[in-house]
Antibody, heavy 121, light 112 residues
Framework: EEQLVQSGAEVKKPGESLKISCESS????????ITWVRQMPGKGLEWMGV????????IYSPSFQGQVTISADTSTNAAYLQWSSLKASDTAIYYC??????????????WGQGTTVIVSS | DIVMSQSPLSLPVTPGESASISCRSS???????????LDWYLQKPGQSPQLLIY???IRAAGVPDRFSGGGSGTDFTLKISRVETEDVGVYYC?????????FGQGTRLEIK
């Protein structure tokens, strides 16, 4: 079964760093983009960016460029989303997702369960 | 960025009736190869989003044929015939013709 399993919920203080993960199984990790999506409390979905594990090519939304780092490691079949200095406004649920076809960025049919990040002093 | 606008934002529906959600994009989503780069997703309460429709009109695996997607260019519609209680949630359209990919604001379907 193709699946994405995300790391557990995090509670952090402003200014702290964080790296959350999205582990894949059941398919060839290097052939499919991984997308990260943010959902702030009570709000809609926001596309943050994608990484292609096969060559680590990454595309960010301008809204998130410089705010987060998206990466992937084919040795662990995992994608990552990291912050160097968290803000309260980073409080959200973060989803990773995989598209329906290799090398496509659309039609995300496999989703992680979401990682809740709470940033509070 | 391409702006996606959905309407209505709230949609109360009686079970068994049909429902329709509109999605408009600020630029054409019609690819030169003839397909539309438009997906529909449903996020049920407390769950991750799930793919319903991609390339404008193709149902994802396991999606009931009560769901259909149509439209082209800048105007798209998701139709749900014979709404069931399990269809409750927030429906999002998303364009993928250019990065950054962008979602509509979401349409909350509720049962009357």
């Amino acid at each position: 079964e193709e699946q994405l399993v995300q790391s557990g919920a995090e509670v952090k203080k402003p200014g702290e760093s964080l790296k959350i993960s999205c582990e894949s199984s059941g398919y060839i990790f290097s052939n499919y983009y991984i997308t990260w999506v943010r959902q702030m409390p009570g709000k809609g979905l926001e596309w943050m960016g994608v990484v292609f594990p096969g060559d680590s090519n990454t595309i960010y939304s301008p809204s998130f460029q410089g705010q987060v780092t998206i990466s992937a490691d084919t040795s662990t079949n995992a994608a990552y989303l990291q912050w160097s200095s968290l803000k309260a406004s980073d409080t959200a649920i973060y989803y990773c997702a995989r598209p329906i076809a290799a090398r496509a960025k659309y039609a995300m049919d496999v989703w992680g369960q979401g990682t809740t990040v709470i940033v509070s002093s | 960025d391409i702006v996606m606008s959905q309407s209505p934002l709230s949609l109360p529906v009686t079970p068994g009736e049909s429902a329709s959600i509109s999605c408009r994009s600020s630029q054409s989503l019609l690819h030169s190869h003839g397909y539309n780069s438009l997906d529909w997703y449903l996020q049920k309460p407390g769950q991750s989003p799930q793919l319903l429709i991609y390339l404008g009109s193709i149902r994802a695996a396991g999606v009931p044929d009560r769901f259909s997607g149509g439209g082209s260019g800048t105007d798209f519609t998701l139709k749900i015939s014979r709404v069931e209680t399990e269809d409750v949630g927030v429906y999002y359209c998303m364009q993928s013709i250019q990065t950054p990919l962008t979602f509509g604001q979401g349409t909350r379907l509720e049962i009357k």
